[in-house]
């Protein structure tokens, strides 16, 4: 038995290129990894994975001859004749076998190998020589990289030391080594004559052709509404090469991880982490071709607010795609359950006390803080050392309602919540109204609240009351009311209605919605605020809109970038209270262009792709573009990225590897935190290449 040194045959000879039938490489960038045999080069023992074995038919009376595997750190792969101190058959051979899995083409190999070839000549016994081959592919003469056999009748051809052999730029399917006994020379068979082949290491590398694909199958991630702690994202992912392999999560441009979804019993993972290379693996198809698996992010090392989050998948190439491009909202602060309540008798002298409601997240603490509001139970005004959860009324607070503010704390941050306003408070004569004779503001006078709307902290910051330069207390509308709802959506060139829509630069776009009262009821000729936000970006207050005689409206949504939308509604002039609306989002995609300095190519097969991104301010270190190139029977790939500069402009050089042939190119320009347009596609050029 050799020793373990020897290592397992791949492929090219240097030598020999001459006569590999080479395809040529693809037009677009693949993924690569190495396939180890028996051992690293570092020395970590990974078994025959990926290789198969086969034996001539075996006849009585002839030695059968024997197929080892490396399945120890000691043991190399191997094949022998000569072992049993029989004869062997004339064309009696024994092989191992490698075949790259579909949706990959072998295209380089490192291979140690030692041999130990006889030709013994035994009078009217025998007298044929044994001879090991490598080649590729099934035909065995144009495959042909290796060839070995005694130079002469009665002697022995031994390499005892791994010696190899290694090329690269190839394009294989299968890769073959043969002991043999040769039927071309000589009438007998082969001498009892030990004879072997051994392999101690191969690595082989294979080229992937296939991006895996995938899509989210749900998790907290994936919600709409805000998440805390620990949340997941459930993926599925397929692969046609190597398998699915691992995924990374990315939070504003930024990765966090990147781990192996499945590895399948152990063989989907790197097999020499210490090089730096994760590409590396005891088998020719290492991970599985579809994985259900989870990613997780721990939204407690995050700031509470919005979050971009991309998560991709990867093959054992390296091909990479991204299959979750969302936005979420983080908030690992106290989030309020239930409000806070008070409870006492409303009346001066008396005493109030609030209790905090209930709390998700942990609070540590709770603040408390008393306001003295309008009869209505608008324009509240915090009541100065008015702090704790008891507060006693006093003559100020007659005929006014009470508010609580409770404030709890973690270690996230710290979340404020309101109480809903106290019953009005009766003076010492137990009266809840001030008489007339004091000009009170009793009874249906006053500012017309809010029954829950939104301003300042959490609402919609610099919304404009449209009646708030008129004075007293104007209606806005009839039968206005502080009780309002309004729903808004976008309004479909179908006819039907989105709150989320995606359209070109430039173009306008309707929103319709309905104001109602309690009952359903239209409020007709009221006037709405609006306001917009770009992510990441404070609310800015728009136009007024104004409501037909059943309460609808329709409003122009100039062109702009991607933003959120959304109204609101004053109940009167002297309202500080507004109803607001639900949100609604459009995506508009940003104006995107490619073009090539020459539609057909010859000579040096070099093309220069430019473009430009427009529809707003670009950063001062540009934008990410992603290139990428169409061939028939192929479809659209990635091959490059490149950055704008500041102006939007990008350029690049092509060289085709193909002497011929009709391919076509795109630029995608994905989503970035800093740039307010939705993932965006150019044209297509087509350039010739002859």
């Given at each position: 038995?050799?020793?373990?040194?020897?290592?397992?045959?791949?492929?090219?000879?240097l030598g020999?290129l001459?006569?590999?039938?080479?395809?040529?490489?693809?037009?677009?960038?693949?993924?690569?990894?190495?396939v180890?045999?028996?051992?690293?080069?570092?020395?970590?023992?990974?078994?025959?994975?990926?290789?198969?074995?086969?034996?001539?038919?075996?006849?009585?009376?002839y030695?059968?001859g024997?197929?080892?595997?490396?399945?120890s750190?000691?043991?190399a792969?191997?094949?022998?004749?000569?072992?049993?101190?029989?004869?062997?058959?004339?064309?009696?051979?024994?092989?191992?076998?490698?075949d790259?899995?579909?949706?990959?083409?072998?295209?380089?190999y490192?291979?140690?190998?030692?041999?130990?070839?006889g030709?013994?000549?035994i009078?009217?016994?025998?007298?044929?020589?044994?001879?090991?081959?490598?080649?590729?592919?099934?035909?065995?003469?144009a495959g042909?990289?290796?060839?070995?056999?005694?130079?002469?009748?009665g002697?022995?051809?031994?390499?005892?030391?791994?010696?190899?052999?290694?090329?690269?730029?190839?394009?294989?399917?299968s890769?073959?080594?043969?002991?043999k006994?040769?039927?071309?020379?000589?009438?007998?068979?082969?001498?009892?004559?030990?004879?072997q082949?051994?392999?101690?290491?191969?690595?082989?590398?294979?080229?992937?052709?296939?991006?895996?694909?995938?899509f989210?199958?749900?998790?907290?991630?994936?919600s709409?509404?805000?998440?805390?702690?620990?949340?997941?994202?459930?993926?599925?992912?397929?692969?046609?090469?190597?398998g699915?392999?691992?995924?990374?999560?990315s939070?504003?441009?930024a990765?966090?991880?990147?781990?192996?979804?499945?590895?399948?019993?152990?063989?989907?993972?790197?097999?020499?982490?210490?090089?730096g290379?994760?590409?590396?693996?005891?088998?020719?198809?290492?991970?599985?071709?579809?994985?259900?698996?989870?990613?997780?992010l721990?939204?407690?090392?995050?700031?509470?607010?919005?979050?971009?989050?991309?998560?991709?998948?990867?093959d054992?190439?390296?091909?990479?795609?991204?299959?979750?491009?969302?936005?979420?909202?983080?908030?690992?602060?106290?989030?309020?359950?239930?409000a806070?309540?008070?409870?006492?008798?409303?009346?001066?002298?008396?005493?109030?006390?609030?209790?905090?409601?209930?709390?998700?997240g942990?609070?540590?603490?709770?603040?408390?803080?008393?306001?003295?509001?309008?009869?209505?139970?608008?324009?509240?005004?915090?009541?100065?050392?008015?702090?704790?959860?008891?507060?006693?009324?006093?003559?100020?607070?007659?005929?006014?309602?009470?508010?609580?503010?409770?404030?709890?704390a973690n270690?996230?941050?710290s979340?404020?919540?309101?109480?809903?306003?106290?019953?009005?408070?009766?003076?010492?004569?137990?009266?809840?109204?001030?008489?007339?004779?004091?000009?009170?503001?009793?009874?249906?006078?006053?500012?017309?609240?809010?029954?829950?709307?939104?301003?300042g902290?959490g609402?919609?910051?610099?919304?404009?009351?449209?009646?708030?330069?008129?004075?007293?207390?104007v209606?806005?509308?009839?039968?206005?009311?502080?009780?309002?709802?309004?729903?808004?959506a976008?309004?479909?060139?179908?006819?039907?209605?989105a709150?989320?829509i995606?359209i070109?630069?430039?173009?306008?776009?309707?929103?319709?919605g309905?104001?109602?009262?309690?009952?359903?009821?239209?409020?007709?000729?009221?006037?709405?605020?609006?306001?917009?936000?770009?992510?990441?970006r404070?609310?800015?207050?728009?136009?007024a809109?104004?409501?037909?005689?059943?309460?609808r409206?329709v409003?122009?949504?100039?062109?702009?970038?991607?933003?959120?939308?959304?109204?609101?509604?004053?109940?009167?002039?002297d309202?500080?209270?507004?109803e607001?609306?639900?949100?609604?989002?459009?995506?508009?995609?940003a104006?995107?262009?490619?073009?090539?300095?020459?539609?057909?190519?010859?000579?040096?097969?070099?093309v220069?792709?430019?473009?430009?991104?427009?529809?707003?301010?670009?950063?001062?270190?540009?934008?990410?573009?992603?290139?990428q190139?169409f061939?028939?029977?192929?479809?659209?790939r990635?091959?490059?990225?490149?950055?704008?500069?500041r102006?939007?402009?990008?350029?690049?050089?092509?060289?085709?590897?193909?002497?011929?042939?009709?391919?076509?190119?795109?630029?995608l320009?994905?989503?970035q935190?800093?740039?307010?347009?939705?993932?965006s596609?150019?044209?297509?050029?087509?350039?010739?290449?002859?």
């Amino acid at each position: 038995m050799l020793t373990r040194r020897l290592l397992v045959a791949t492929l090219v000879s240097l030598g020999l290129l001459a006569i590999l039938i080479i395809h040529p490489p693809l037009a677009f960038a693949t993924g690569s990894y190495t396939v180890h045999t028996c051992e690293t080069p570092g020395g970590r023992f990974t078994g025959s994975g990926g290789w198969t074995n086969a034996t001539s038919f075996a006849l009585a009376g002839y030695d059968a001859g024997s197929v080892t595997p490396c399945d120890s750190a000691e043991a190399a792969a191997s094949l022998q004749f000569g072992g049993s101190g029989l004869l062997v058959k004339v064309g009696s051979w024994l092989t191992w076998d490698f075949d790259a899995p579909d949706g990959t083409s072998i295209t380089s190999y490192d291979l140690d190998r030692a041999f130990n070839l006889g030709w013994p000549v035994i009078s009217r016994v025998a007298n044929r020589p044994y001879l090991m081959e490598i080649w590729h592919d099934d035909d065995s003469n144009a495959g042909m990289l290796d060839f070995k056999k005694p130079v002469q009748a009665g002697t022995t051809l031994a390499q005892q030391l791994p010696v190899g052999i290694s090329a690269d730029a190839v394009s294989w399917g299968s890769l073959h080594i043969r002991l043999k006994c040769w039927e071309l020379v000589g009438s007998l068979d082969c001498g009892p004559f030990p004879a072997q082949v051994a392999i101690s290491r191969a690595a082989i590398g294979l080229t992937d052709t296939e991006a895996p694909a995938g899509f989210q199958t749900g998790g907290a991630l994936a919600s709409i509404g805000p998440i805390r702690g620990a949340a997941r994202l459930l993926i599925h992912a397929t692969d046609a090469g190597g398998g699915v392999y691992r995924a990374a999560l990315s939070v504003d441009g930024a990765e966090v991880s990147d781990i192996v979804l499945d590895d399948a019993g152990g063989s989907c993972a790197d097999v020499d982490p210490a090089n730096g290379d994760p590409y590396e693996f005891g088998t020719p198809r290492p991970c599985p071709l579809a994985v259900d698996g989870a990613v997780q992010l721990d939204t407690a090392r995050l700031r509470d607010g919005q979050h971009t989050v991309h998560v991709s998948v990867e093959d054992a190439g390296g091909n990479r795609s991204v299959i979750y491009d969302g936005i979420v909202q983080t908030h690992n602060a106290p989030i309020n359950a239930i409000a806070p309540a008070i409870v006492g008798q409303p009346s001066v002298g008396g005493q109030l006390t609030a209790s905090p409601g209930q709390w998700d997240g942990a609070p540590n603490g709770y603040d408390h803080r008393w306001l003295r509001c309008d009869a209505d139970g608008s324009d509240c005004t915090p009541i100065a050392g008015a702090s704790g959860p008891v507060y006693t009324l006093t003559d100020a607070d007659a005929y006014r309602r009470m508010r609580a503010e409770v404030t709890a704390a973690n270690g996230s941050g710290s979340t404020t919540a309101a109480s809903t306003p106290s019953a009005a408070v009766a003076d010492a004569a137990g009266h809840a109204t001030p008489p007339l004779s004091q000009g009170g503001n009793g009874g249906s006078a006053g500012g017309g609240g809010s029954s829950g709307g939104a301003s300042g902290p959490g609402g919609v910051q610099g919304l404009v009351n449209p009646l708030g330069q008129l004075p007293g207390h104007v209606a806005n509308g009839a039968d206005a009311t502080p009780y309002a709802t309004i729903a808004a959506a976008f309004q479909r060139a179908d006819g039907r209605t989105a709150h989320t829509i995606q359209i070109g630069h430039g173009r306008r776009i309707s929103i319709v919605g309905r104001l109602t009262d309690r009952s359903g009821a239209g409020i007709a000729d009221a006037r709405l605020g609006t306001a917009s936000r770009i992510a990441g970006r404070g609310w800015v207050a728009g136009p007024a809109v104004r409501t037909g005689s059943d309460g609808r409206f329709v409003y122009a949504l100039a062109s702009g970038p991607s933003r959120d939308v959304r109204f609101a509604y004053f109940a009167y002039s002297d309202s500080h209270a507004a109803e607001l609306s639900n949100v609604v989002h459009v995506d508009v995609l940003a104006p995107l262009t490619i073009r090539a300095d020459r539609t057909r190519v010859t000579g040096d097969h070099v093309v220069r792709l430019s473009g430009h991104v427009g529809g707003g301010s670009i950063p001062r270190d540009g934008l990410l573009v992603t290139l990428q190139g169409f061939q028939r029977g192929w479809g659209w790939r990635a091959f490059r990225t490149v950055r704008t500069d500041r102006h939007g402009g990008w350029s690049t050089r092509y060289r085709f590897r193909s002497s011929a042939g009709r391919f076509g190119f795109r630029a995608l320009l994905p989503h970035q935190a800093r740039f307010p347009f939705a993932t965006s596609r150019s044209a297509g050029v087509t350039v010739v290449v002859s």
